[in-house]
């Protein structure tokens, strides 16, 4: 499965990264992001139960199905006013 | 309500333009919008829209004015340092337009007396920075009916969308848990580019002055995010989650229904959690928690539970003969619960004000927040 990944605010920040290609077998539904994320930082993990995946400029569930092509945003709370 | 000589001589700008003209003016002066927070994001939004001319602007703060705070927030000047942020918020307002009508609220925003004042307002501009407030705008927005109009920032990075539980998703439906805070660093810890907040406090005037006028189409359903650093803009999908702890009764309402709306009489028979803790041990009350299941898990007081959804299958479970409190993780859900039980028969509900958190923070910091 390849995918472009978007990571926005403190998800870019822990990855170090903001855009990336990627192509991985262990990618099936969306919620495998977070873990494939969490492999690159521990501190995902804490961060996981409050991230927001959207798929092609849509939010989606953890259980949507990816597709070759498509373009993955992972998106975290934020607070600030 | 008309518009006076001096009125259509300020607004002139607006009466010209076909979707306002002199109706959309007078609709604007009809409305009143609550700006939570006088802060990075409440300045612009609330300075635009006392400019606009809505009829009552009221400001919801509790802080002070701090030299750190000058970057971004513009309603506040360098001599206001010290100053309630209400006070300096009001002098600046009624200096840009005496027409309206300022009302300050001096306090932090809770479970407890969000309500009782969101209830006064048309539209609520959400420029808290911390998420329990936000999760309090929510909750009572959603029970209210009320657009919401929210907004973040985070360095160089900014989210806008309109939560409209009538209408489509609320911000639970974004975020169905409250991140700990510690989890998500604030203004002060992430820091924050200072016309950031500008530009996106002035899109929720925008939305808010909009939803006023009844002109366009909204964000509503739609996550705006704004990167400065690249100034792009980027447009999301949100749809309602149906089963959304915060809304989602509404769409998918079983036959019998809870009411979505609550009366004024029926908030005045609210109990404390004082009242509650000395009752409560001669047994002589039954506690109905109508939180979900996995909420019950992590926090719970001596209760039994029945999801909100469930009441109107399962209310004839409990004794009408007993004094019966409702309970849930703000106050909110369970004042929908007491309405409806009170509407079947039951003679003596009444429902915990400030609900399982306030339970938590005065009576017993053994029971977990979340």
Same mark, same amino acid.
């Given at each position: 499965m390849k995918i472009k990944l978007l990571l926005f605010s403190s998800a870019a920040d822990l990855a170090g990264f903001r855009e990336q290609e990627i192509e991985r077998d262990d990618l099936k539904v969306a919620g495998n992001i977070l873990g494939y994320l969490? *492999?690159?930082?521990?501190?995902?993990?804490?961060?996981?139960?409050?991230?927001? /995946? %959207? +798929?092609?400029? *849509?939010?989606?569930?953890?259980?949507?199905?990816?597709?070759?092509?498509?373009? /993955? %945003? +992972?998106?975290?709370p934020v607070s600030g006013g | 309500m008309s518009l006076s000589a001096k009125e259509l001589q300020r607004y002139e700008r607006h009466l010209s333009i076909p979707d306002v003209g002199v109706a959309g003016q007078e609709r604007l002066k009809q409305s009143s919008v609550l700006v939570v927070g006088a802060g990075g994001l409440g300045s612009p939004a609330a300075m635009y829209i006392a400019a606009a001319g809505i009829g009552r602007v009221g400001i919801v703060d509790a802080d002070v004015v701090q030299l750190s705070n000058l970057q971004r927030q513009i309603l506040h000047?360098?001599?206001?340092?010290?100053?309630?942020?209400?006070?300096?918020?009001?002098?600046?307002?009624?200096?840009?337009?005496?027409?309206?009508?300022?009302?300050?609220?001096?306090?932090?925003l809770t479970?407890?007396?969000?309500?009782?004042?969101?209830?006064h307002y048309d539209v609520v501009v959400d420029g808290s920075d911390n998420f329990p407030t936000r999760f309090v705008i929510s909750e009572a927005c959603s029970s209210l009916g009320k657009p919401h109009i929210y907004g973040s920032v985070f360095r160089f990075e900014g989210q806008v969308s309109v939560f409209d539980s009538q209408r489509g998703p609320c911000y639970r439906c974004l975020h169905p848990e409250q991140p700990p805070d510690e989890l998500v660093p604030d203004c002060a810890v992430g820091g924050v580019i200072g016309v950031l907040p500008g530009m996106v406090?002035?899109?929720?005037?925008?939305?808010?002055?909009?939803?006023?006028?009844?002109?366009?189409?909204?964000?509503?359903g739609r996550m705006l995010l704004i990167d400065m650093r690249d100034m792009a803009f980027r447009e999301l999908e949100l749809t309602k989650n149906p089963q959304c702890r915060g809304c989602g009764m509404q769409q998918n309402r079983p036959v019998q229904q809870v009411p979505s709306t609550v009366s004024?009489?029926?908030?005045?028979?609210?109990?404390?959690?004082?009242?509650?803790?000395?009752?409560?041990?001669?047994?002589?009350?039954?506690?109905?928690?109508?939180?979900?299941p996995h909420e019950y898990k992590i926090a719970k007081i001596d209760s039994v539970l029945i999801p909100l959804q469930q009441l109107p299958e399962r209310f004839q479970?409990?004794?009408?003969?007993?004094?019966?409190?409702?309970l849930c993780?703000?106050?909110?859900?369970?004042?929908?619960?007491?309405?409806?039980?009170?509407?079947?028969?039951?003679q003596r509900v009444r429902n915990l004000a400030g609900g399982i958190d306030a339970w938590s923070l005065r009576i017993d910091q053994t029971v977990p927040r979340y």
């Open positions: 969490t *492999s690159l930082n521990t501190e995902f993990d804490k961060w996981a139960p409050y991230l927001r /995946v %959207a +798929v092609n400029s *849509s939010y989606v569930d953890t259980n949507h199905q990816l597709s070759d092509g498509d373009e /993955v %945003a +992972v998106i975290p | 000047a360098t001599p206001d340092i010290g100053k309630a942020k209400t006070d300096s918020a009001r002098a600046t307002l009624k200096t840009i337009n005496p027409e309206v009508g300022v009302e300050t609220h001096n306090l932090r479970g407890e007396n969000a309500r009782s004042i969101l209830e406090g002035s899109i929720q005037a925008a939305e808010a002055i909009k939803v006023c006028l009844k002109v366009g189409k909204g964000l509503i004024e009489d029926e908030t005045t028979s609210d109990i404390s959690v004082e009242e509650l803790k000395s009752r409560h041990e001669n047994g002589d009350i039954l506690v109905v928690d109508v939180r979900q479970e409990l004794d009408k003969t007993k004094e019966i409190v409702t993780h703000h106050g909110f859900r369970s004042a929908h619960a007491a309405a409806f039980l009170r509407s079947q028969g039951f």
